[in-house]
């Protein structure tokens, strides 16, 4: 566990393990305590690094104007300077696959290998009122679980564990949303992503890049991936089947598989 200062702000950071850098980046509503289960398989034989961004986990929150995802690529920016790290793997997903998106695209100098879990190349309309409706049930523990919670995941997985999911309602509307100081926060990433778009930016990604897309999922569906498929000239696309927004708690040993095997492998194409 350890921190920088950026603009003033405390930036929560985690290493562990040694070999070849792998920087793993949260969606929305995560931190770096979401990864727990997995942090030992990916740290196995590489430096994982994990990073909470401003407003989210142990990194201070950022009350002093609205922002958008520039400022989180800023602070991703100012992770790797302080760490001295030039050419690197970097992996997210969903907002943190956005902003390493955005970051590949302005600073392909640093990106060894992109992987990106459940993103887009823009909020669209849709997204941008989904994340609206996020915003109105905030104030609603209740509301704002039913409004985000059972999206993110498909119907076949939430259904099959009735026992779990009550177990994470209960844990979610009585002890996480009913928090104000990161209620606020959510409300601050969310309205961050609302003017997202690196559609003309695309072309600028340089590092191999892997996008992986679910096929049940509602809030960054196929399409979009495939658009980004087109977009990064040297990018590869894999379609998980049966799968919802959160990959890495659906099919950990498959997220796990594609993180590590792309991140590691040295071969850019076919030797005959």
Known sequence: MAQFEFKGKKIHYETHGEGAPIVLLNGIMMSTLSWYQLIQPLSANNKLILLDFLDQGQSDKYKDEPYNLDLQVAVLKALLDHLELKKTAIAGISYGGNVALKFAAEHPE???????????????????????????????????????IPIIYSQEFYNSRPDWVKIRKDFLTGQIFTNKEFMDGIIRLTQSA???????????????????????????????????????????????????????????????????????????????
């Open 110 to 148: 640093y990106v060894h290998r992109l992987i990106a879990f459940n993103v887009t190349a823009k909020t669209g309309a849709w997204l941008k009122e989904l994340g609206q409706s996020w915003v109105l049930s905030a104030n609603n523990p209740e509301h704002f679980y039913c409004t985000t």
């Open 194 to 272: 609302d003017d997202y778009n690196i559609e003309s930016k695309l072309c600028n990604i340089t590092a191999k890049t892997l996008i992986i897309a679910s096929e049940t999922d509602p809030i960054t569906p196929v399409k979009e991936q495939y658009k980004l498929h087109d977009g990064i000239k040297d990018s590869e696309l894999v379609l998980l089947p049966g799968t919802g927004h959160a990959t890495m708690y659906e099919r950990p040993a498959l997220f796990i598989s594609l993180l590590l095997g792309f991140a590691n492998s040295p071969l850019e194409g076919i030797v005959i």
